[in-house]
């Protein structure tokens, strides 16, 4: 059996604009520690509320992750002497741009599952039937594409007062929602990239808020994230990595070449990370009369 290291680019060429959005800090051992501050509202002395900023910490374990990928050592000799083809470059490309699309898809569902659903939305007449018919829904009506753009700029400014850090930066939608947006007048669309092959892509931005298309999300989803990127020392989503390392195994008995890439990373949210991101599903439709009727819209 023989081992050799491989080169691997910096860590900060699987940074894309999507993994940017979350504070991203190198370490160099597995349990490290993240510092953050928050604003924190409390009575003062004289009873009176009180907004000011406090200092946390946050203890964080790194885990393990492997891509591996095992080929025929004749076929990549073959490859290698009649079309001059570098298999093991071939497939190590290959193989980073799956750790990238597999961090794209773990940050994307870590920012779902901490954002604040509809429910922060509700009309205190809406609170009141929510009290009385618990199994309720009120969902979130977008009849138009001006509506859609509507409550997503609400979303925006609703993250603004909820964080007091600013307005939403950035959204993450499906293939419909986007082609939606992008025949509004206040859209600008990014020039075309066909070599990304990426599942979270920057499409263009909408009145000043970055809008990223998640190509994994079926064509009927109408779900939308908004959200506020993350700065150093401050509370949110952090991405801690370690550097990786690459290794090309060959087995003389299976006759097979192995490559393998580790890597140690977590990514974790800090308390109060809920009040930057706004996750819902919007209703394409008109809502129905009797909503309307009891003002349940």
Known sequence: MKNTNLALPPLEEFHTDFIKTASIIKVTSPISQIRYMDMVSAPDENGREAVSAKAFTKTISLATKQVSSTIATSQMKELNKNFGIDVTVMTLNAMCNEKITSMEKELYKKYTEIASSADILLTPRQKIFRKFFKKMKFPIYADSDRKTVAKILLFGNLIATRHRRGPADFIVVGPRITAMLQDMPMYVMLPLDNSNSRAINPHGSLAGIKVYTNQALPWKDTSVLVGRSTKLSESGVYLLEMEDTAEET????SKDTKIVIR???????????????????????????WRKWLKLI
Not at 250 to 253: A, G, S
């Open 250 to 253: 060959v087995t003389p008995d």
């Open 263 to 289: 890597s140690r990373q977590a990514i974790t949210d800090t308390m109060g990370a809920d009040t930057k991101y706004i996750y819902v599903n919007l209703e394409l439709k008109t809502p129905p009369k």
